[in-house]
């Protein structure tokens, strides 16, 4: 959750860039009430889904404890896949600095 309040910090510079950003839980064992909760303690704007199934989700993270985030163009092609673990995540400043380069800043 520390990502996504960090993330949230910065909501107007991803809207400025168009971007969207999507979260996808594989652990929120309550459903969609964990996720309601996580968007009312952490005030975020984001899209939150969850897969608890792991039937989507599994192609793109399937070693267990990763937290990859990917940057996805407009036609919906992977444009880059920055590593994560449990401490350490993507931060905004890498996230924009991919969307830039997609934008052509």
Known sequence: MRQLVQLQKQANDFKTLNAELIFIFREESEGADGLKKIKERTKTDFTLAVDLNKTSSMAYSSKKM???????????????????????RATADLLLQHLKEIEGK
């Open 66 to 88: 990763t937290f990859d985030n990917f940057v996805i163009d407009k036609k919906g092609n992977v444009k880059a896949v920055i590593q994560g673990t449990l401490k350490e």
